[in-house]
């Protein structure tokens, strides 16, 4: 399988696999110079992100998600552990037809510059198993299971 993307902007970097067995497929950051945010610093066309702050970060491509799977932007490991910079929430659905964003947040203590062509995040296509959804009358905490309700940190630390 072959995922087709579209480069809405000439200088975009189509997303590259850094070894050819790795899962996720690099993505890069890409200005719009018609953009108009708190992040985007002109002419230069850097992106600035303050401690504490979150910016939607433009890929300047489009993507072609096959049906029954979503691409999945996750985090770089290099860029997380070294910059500080974590993706948030960002699942690109098949019917989804325009630009690629990665949503970065600034997890350190200084600002945080991205130039234009760097590398911010990683791609990973996910095959999904579609489900109804049905209501019931039948609380699971009642079911008898090993876990029961326990949840966050119920197993240990």
């Known amino acids: 399988m072959k995922l087709k993307f579209y480069r809405i902007r000439t200088e975009a970097k189509l997303p590259i696999r850094a070894h050819s067995v790795d899962a996720g497929m690099d993505l890069f950051y890409c200005p719009n110079p018609d ?3 708190d992040c985007f610093w002109k002419p230069e066309g850097k992106y600035k992100i303050p401690p504490g702050e979150s910016c939607l970060v433009p890929t300047g491509i489009k993507v072609i998600v096959p049906e029954n799977y979503m691409l999945e932007i996750k985090n770089k490991s290099g860029i997380a552990h070294k910059q500080k910079l974590i993706v948030g929430a960002c699942v690109v659905d098949p019917g989804y037809t325009g630009e690629v964003f990665v ?3 600034n997890i350190g203590g200084s600002m945080k510059t991205i130039n234009p062509g760097q590398k911010v995040a990683q791609a990973v296509l996910i095959p999904v198993v579609t489900c109804g959804i049905e209501e019931t009358q039948e609380d699971p ?5 090993d876990r029961s309700a326990g949840g966050f940190g119920s197993t240990g630390l």
């Open 35 to 37: 953009e108009n945010n």
């Open 103 to 105: 949503n970065l947040h």
């Open 141 to 145: 905490s009642l079911m008898n299971t």
